[in-house]
């Protein structure tokens, strides 16, 4: 992390607001340390560009699918569509993490030719242990190209199943990629990750291949028509598309557009996003406890024992983390200024 963008967040959020995609890529590498001096930069970042942020009018897409069903593929033949139709396209892909925290898949060689266009940017983070298929700070990432100009805004999810729930909180509209010929089409029938869905996409609608999408289409609509919807949420929708071949795309892009208009207006889009920020909210506090919690000298120091005695069986779990509780309350109280 270059000192220069830790110690003037200011200057850096200045030239964020300005389109600087050096400046950018910086203040993400800022907002995704852990190191305390960059934390307080990044708040101070964040705050500096929360006006502009705020302000801006991007439509937030979440794509989430197993892996072999041509996410990758899809997000860059949309990307590029979008492009070609005068939007500015950020994609923040979510990569699994290697045992040392760092991204083991290239997006940009993946997306090579998305990769390319002047007004696409492509920013690949490693999900470093996070579980629900996205980075921990994948929220301020989003903030950020956002206060950059960047008016489709992708956050494509790790892909490793029906865990990937966390993008859903993130985002205007979740998608879901779907593979036709390899038993996807029975998830239909299941809750988890296909109820928040918002749109289904069947891809890979081509060759051998298309009859048995078709097909899949048809099922994930009788299913979703069997699902309870949130009020506050518009039915979900089915299309299939070929992404290799880029047909269907306009379809996409039709619904994508159609639906956010009509939150807009109806203001549920404002609902959505209050929601996701107090889910943050939630979510942050949680992950700052733990951090405090695992960094306590007397918690450390307790649980060498607790560790012990619960792999030998002495202890159950619950009750060495009840111990090891009490052990940082005691610590905090004794803390507090009298």
């Known amino acids: 992390m270059p000192e220069a963008a830790a110690g003037d967040p200011d200057k850096l959020a200045a030239s964020v607001r300005n389109g600087d995609r050096k400046a950018l890529a910086r203040a993400i590498t800022l907002v995704e340390s852990t190191r305390d001096e960059h934390r307080r930069a990044a708040e101070a970042m964040l705050a500096a560009l929360s006006p502009a942020a705020a302000a801006g009018k991007a439509l937030r897409l979440g794509i989430s699918g197993p892996p072999g069903v041509g996410k990758s593929t899809f997000i860059e033949a949309f990307g590029l569509r979008a492009v070609a139709a005068g939007h500015r396209v950020a994609v923040l892909a979510i990569d699994p993490s290697s045992r040392k925290g760092g991204s083991i898949l290239g997006d940009k060689t993946r997306m090579a ?24 700070r994948t929220r301020e990432a989003v903030l950020l190209v956002e206060a950059a100009g960047f008016d489709r805004v992708i956050v494509e999810t790790v892909g490793v199943g029906q865990s990937e729930t966390a993008v859903a909180d993130l985002v205007d509209h979740f998608v879901l990629l779907i593979a036709p010929g390899g038993g996807d089409e029975l998830q239909g029938l299941k809750r988890g990750i296909v109820e928040l869905a918002d749109l289904v996409i069947v891809n890979k609608t081509d060759g051998e291949l298309e009859a048995a999408a078709r097909h899949a289409a048809a099922d994930y609509r009788h299913a979703l028509a069997l ?70 000298k007397s918690v450390k120091a307790a649980l060498v024992q607790l560790e012990a005695e619960v792999g030998a069986g002495i202890l159950t779990p619950a009750a060495a983390a009840e111990a090891a509780l009490k052990t940082f309350l005691k610590t905090r109280r004794r803390s507090d200024p009298a």
């Open 113 to 136: 030719e998305l990769a390319r266009a002047p007004d696409a940017f492509i920013r690949p983070s490693p999900a470093s242990g996070n579980l629900g298929g996205v980075a921990r």
């Open 227 to 296: 699902f309870r919807r949130d009020p506050d949420r518009l039915p979900a929708e089915v299309v299939a598309v070929s992404a290799l071949e880029r047909r269907g795309l306009d379809e996409v892009e039709r619904i994508l557009a159609a639906r956010h208009a009509a939150m807009i207006a109806s203001g549920g889009l404002a609902r959505r996003r209050g929601a996701q920020a107090q889910a943050a909210l939630w979510t942050e506090i949680g992950a700052a406890l733990l951090e405090r919690f695992k960094a306590d």
